[in-house]
């Protein structure tokens, strides 16, 4: 028995050895695959290559399922589309796929993917009048974008119901993280959405505060690009007072340089960026910076009512909540990448909470769209 675990263990240690990734070895590339999967995954891509059955899948499948009856449906899609893409229903569903897949050293990343999609009666940002005059373009509402899903399939999104539905949808990810420290031994990662957890248009707002910050940034330095710690607090004082004949020594200006983040070598941030994720502080007292021409402290944005700081307080305990189970487990999160517009706030909490929660290892992770330019 030893001697066959051995050899078990040796050849297991062979398919590591062997990985290619170059990917031109497709010998190595489908050795996990059985015929039928790859013959399954040819007539999937070729079917899914008419946009006629693409833009129409909803109807297909809700015909689909009256005329054949659950059951046959259901045993259809898994042999087929449902096969292609999804693990399994549950833990014990899973299981079987994760460790074929880990016996040739792919590791997983679980996803439970059944949110819905936005409603085209819900496909508005409820928000749009506030968002009508602000003054950086690529944070504007845009009827065209919002409204594409009635012709074109797009990704998946969570539509912001009600505070109870994040609460349901952070259980939802709770129960992933079990499933991946049961089902993958400590290697799997579990991902999750920001937009499943809290009002999307308050991540829109916080988008447009980092684009507002690198503008206002970059009027008082002169400076195109605005790296973390690209210029010292001595250097920013001294621009205020001889570009904007702003007095330093004013005790609101004195108030926001005190405020200001700075690193290990005293170079500085504009903000202090952790009180994003820090339960005791506000938003509105967070964004708040000297106006060029009086030198009084105003808000970056509009204020947030005190319905918006909760919600942005109860998004932000969600992620904490999820973070320390995922710690407990010794499960690695990963943050799901979204829609270009939320990514500077899903970017900025994110990294927030990697300095908080990855001291001693890696928990949180960080998704980058390499697709993009």
């Given at each position: 028995n030893g001697q066959r675990t051995l050899s078990a263990v040796d050849s297991r240690k062979n398919y590591y050895d062997k990985l290619d990734t170059t990917f031109t070895n497709t010998e190595q590339a489908y050795r996990s695959k059985t015929t039928f999967e790859l013959i399954r995954a040819i007539a999937v891509l070729y079917v899914s290559s008419f946009d006629t059955l693409v833009y129409n899948h909803d109807k297909l499948l809700k015909w689909s399922r009256r005329l054949m009856g659950e059951r046959l449906f259901h045993m259809i899609m898994r042999l087929t589309f449902y096969g292609q893409f999804v693990a399994g229903k549950d833990e014990y569903d899973i299981k079987p796929v994760l460790d074929h897949l880990r016996s040739f050293g792919v590791k997983s990343i679980l996803d439970y993917s059944a949110e819905e999609d936005i409603e085209k009666k819900f496909d508005k940002i409820s928000?749009?009048?506030?968002?009508?005059?602000?003054?950086?373009?690529?944070?504007?509402?845009?009827?065209?974008?919002?409204?594409?899903?009635?012709?074109?399939?797009?990704?998946?999104?969570?539509?912001y119901m009600n505070e109870a539905q994040c609460e349901k949808n952070m259980d939802i990810f709770l129960r992933c993280i079990d499933v991946v420290a049961g089902a993958t031994h400590g290697t799997g990662f579990a991902a999750i959405k920001l937009t499943a957890l809290g009002r999307p248009e308050l991540l829109l707002q916080l988008s447009e505060v980092i684009a507002i910050t690198r503008k206002y940034f970059q009027q008082i330095t002169g400076q195109i690009s605005m790296g973390l710690g690209s210029i010292t607090p001595e250097e920013f004082q001294k621009q205020l007072d001889q570009r904007f004949n702003l007095n330093v020594e004013n005790p609101e200006i004195a108030a926001f340089l005190k405020r200001m983040d700075y690193d290990q070598r005293g170079l500085m941030n504009l903000f202090a960026w952790n009180g994003l994720i820090d339960?005791?502080?506000?938003?509105?007292?967070?964004?708040?910076?000297?106006?060029?021409?009086?030198?009084?402290?105003?808000?970056?944005?509009?204020?947030?009512?005190?319905?918006?700081?909760?919600?942005?307080?109860?998004?932000?305990?969600?992620?904490?909540?999820?973070?320390?189970?995922?710690t407990e487990r010794d499960v690695r999160v990963l943050i799901d990448a979204e829609q270009t517009y939320f990514q500077p706030a899903i970017n900025r909490i994110t990294l927030e909470l990697m300095r908080k929660y990855n001291k001693e290892k890696a928990i949180i992770f960080n998704t980058y769209q390499c697709y993009l330019k």
């Amino acid at each position: 028995n030893g001697q066959r675990t051995l050899s078990a263990v040796d050849s297991r240690k062979n398919y590591y050895d062997k990985l290619d990734t170059t990917f031109t070895n497709t010998e190595q590339a489908y050795r996990s695959k059985t015929t039928f999967e790859l013959i399954r995954a040819i007539a999937v891509l070729y079917v899914s290559s008419f946009d006629t059955l693409v833009y129409n899948h909803d109807k297909l499948l809700k015909w689909s399922r009256r005329l054949m009856g659950e059951r046959l449906f259901h045993m259809i899609m898994r042999l087929t589309f449902y096969g292609q893409f999804v693990a399994g229903k549950d833990e014990y569903d899973i299981k079987p796929v994760l460790d074929h897949l880990r016996s040739f050293g792919v590791k997983s990343i679980l996803d439970y993917s059944a949110e819905e999609d936005i409603e085209k009666k819900f496909d508005k940002i409820s928000d749009k009048q506030k968002f009508k005059d602000k003054s950086v373009k690529q944070y504007e509402y845009d009827d065209v974008v919002h409204g594409r899903r009635e012709y074109y399939p797009v990704a998946r999104t969570y539509f912001y119901m009600n505070e109870a539905q994040c609460e349901k949808n952070m259980d939802i990810f709770l129960r992933c993280i079990d499933v991946v420290a049961g089902a993958t031994h400590g290697t799997g990662f579990a991902a999750i959405k920001l937009t499943a957890l809290g009002r999307p248009e308050l991540l829109l707002q916080l988008s447009e505060v980092i684009a507002i910050t690198r503008k206002y940034f970059q009027q008082i330095t002169g400076q195109i690009s605005m790296g973390l710690g690209s210029i010292t607090p001595e250097e920013f004082q001294k621009q205020l007072d001889q570009r904007f004949n702003l007095n330093v020594e004013n005790p609101e200006i004195a108030a926001f340089l005190k405020r200001m983040d700075y690193d290990q070598r005293g170079l500085m941030n504009l903000f202090a960026w952790n009180g994003l994720i820090d339960m005791d502080t506000l938003i509105n007292d967070l964004f708040k910076v000297p106006n060029l021409r009086t030198g009084r402290l105003e808000m970056i944005i509009n204020a947030l009512n005190p319905e918006e700081e909760e919600m942005f307080r109860n998004m932000m305990r969600r992620m904490h909540t999820i973070a320390r189970a995922a710690t407990e487990r010794d499960v690695r999160v990963l943050i799901d990448a979204e829609q270009t517009y939320f990514q500077p706030a899903i970017n900025r909490i994110t990294l927030e909470l990697m300095r908080k929660y990855n001291k001693e290892k890696a928990i949180i992770f960080n998704t980058y769209q390499c697709y993009l330019k």
